[in-house]
């Protein structure tokens, strides 16, 4: 029995890892309740911890016409500043600006060419593999210095790109003040982001669980790929983007119900069919429900109801380019639906492009691209989607 249970365990490591939102149950609703109480507590204890910085980046936002942020917002870039370098400090080797300008120049070049790209991923894996995955990784003082560095690093992975200008954010304002004060707020930093990777476990470990099999059973054999670093996060970081991506709903959401038009964007990972029939329709991809029993087809059909345009994205790397015709107009809001680990960084975008919007978690990984030798169906909570559209 205790070998059959073992078994089935493994079993499922295996077939949902990195995650899976549905955890033991058959909804991911269970996963949202937790959530949602998980960042209240992440929040409370953050906007008490970080009050006096929080309301001196207002300030200091306010003075130099930016953006208005929320406090949440303002504690999400101190959380994923402390996160990223509890992971990655040191990673980095004496290089690391040489090396940041190579792989970026490779990374402009890709966008540019097209037609290049497989080819220049290659070699940017190889590239970044060798030079970014320091393995005598040392335990450095956390300082302005050291963090810039930190996000010369982040940006020649290729996969932190909003995540790096959100600590450039923080760092920026911190260099405006004493010396003592730059260090305390940065051990704090550090030390709320080692709270929160501890305290999210016993809250979120249940979704998560597939991450460690894949790290010890699966990764080696990213080494020299361009989506080594992507695939090779850890637990806190899925927790990051999971909390992130709920305070950063949060913050949207006047915005978003004010709108007078919604579109759901699904990615085509979600298709039954290898042969997606999905019909260009101007610059967008539709559903043309080849297959009725696809997770596409069947959350278009709910969306329709609702009167919610669906619109389908090929991958990711396509995402940017059709942000483009939705930005700074509050008329139409998307809701961005990705993997945990791809959807935080969607938000920061739509965010940035002044693009009202609200995301939802794909349920679990299955794109054949990153994480399944032969790829499974995702699929997405609907009836958390109809949640978020209520007026």
């Keep these: 029995m205790n070998f059959l249970i073992h078994s089935h365990y493994s079993e499922n490591r295996q077939k949902f890892f990195p995650y899976n939102l549905k955890g033991k149950g058959n909804t991911s609703d269970d996963f949202y ?24 980046k207002q300030e200091s936002d306010k003075q130099n016409n930016k953006p208005a942020q929320t406090r949440e ?13 509890n992971e990655y400090n040191g990673k980095w080797g004496d290089a690391i600006e040489l090396q940041h300008a190579v792989l970026n120049f490779l990374y402009k070049l890709r966008k540019k060419y097209p037609k290049w790209k497989d080819r220049i991923d290659k070699l940017r894996g190889k590239l970044a593999t060798q030079w970014l995955d320091n393995k005598s990784k040392r335990n450095i003082a956390p300082t302005l210095q050291n963090f810039s560095k930190l996000v010369l690093w982040l940006n020649a992975t290729g996969d932190f790109r909003e995540e790096a200008l959100r600590i450039n ?41 597939g991450t460690d099999y894949f790290l010890d059973q699966q990764h080696h054999k990213y080494h020299g790929r361009e989506d080594y670093f992507f695939c090779g996060r850890k637990e806190p970081e899925y927790h990051l983007n ?48 080849c297959t009725p029993e696809c997770n596409i087809s069947a959350t278009s059909v709910e969306m329709e109801k609702l009167g919610i345009e669906t619109v389908l994205i090929k991958h990711s790397s396509d995402f940017s380019k ?37 995301c939802i978690f794909l349920d679990y990984c299955g794109c054949q691209k990153h994480w399944k030798e032969i790829g499974i169906p995702t699929e997405i909570n609907v009836d958390k989607v109809k949640l978020l559209v209520e007026k």
Aim: charge should be positive; proline fraction near 3%; charged fraction near 20%.
């Design 169 to 209: 954010e923080v760092t920026n304002l911190l260099a405006t003040f004493t010396p003592e004060y730059q260090k305390e707020l940065l051990g704090q930093i550090t030390l709320f982001a080692e709270w929160f990777s501890n305290a999210a476990l016993p809250n979120l470990n249940e979704y998560t669980w």
């Design 322 to 358: 059709w942000l483009l015709p939705w930005a700074n107009q509050k008329k139409t809001a998307l809701i961005g639906t990705a993997c945990v680990l791809n959807l935080l960084q969607g938000g920061f975008e739509m965010k940035r492009l002044g693009i009202p919007s609200q």
């Design 33 to 56: 309740i937790r959530l949602e109480q998980f960042s209240e507590k992440v929040v409370s204890k953050g906007l008490q911890q970080f009050s006096d910085f929080i309301h001196r």
């Design 73 to 85: 917002d303002d504690l999400l870039d101190i959380l994923l500043s402390g996160v990223l370098w």
């Design 242 to 289: 999971m909390v992130g991506a709920a305070l950063m709903n949060r913050s949207l959401r006047k915005e978003f119900r004010e709108a007078e038009k919604q579109i759901l964007l699904l990615p085509t990972c979600m298709s039954a069919n290898k042969n997606c029939a999905a019909k260009q329709v101007g610059h967008t991809l539709k559903c043309s429900h």
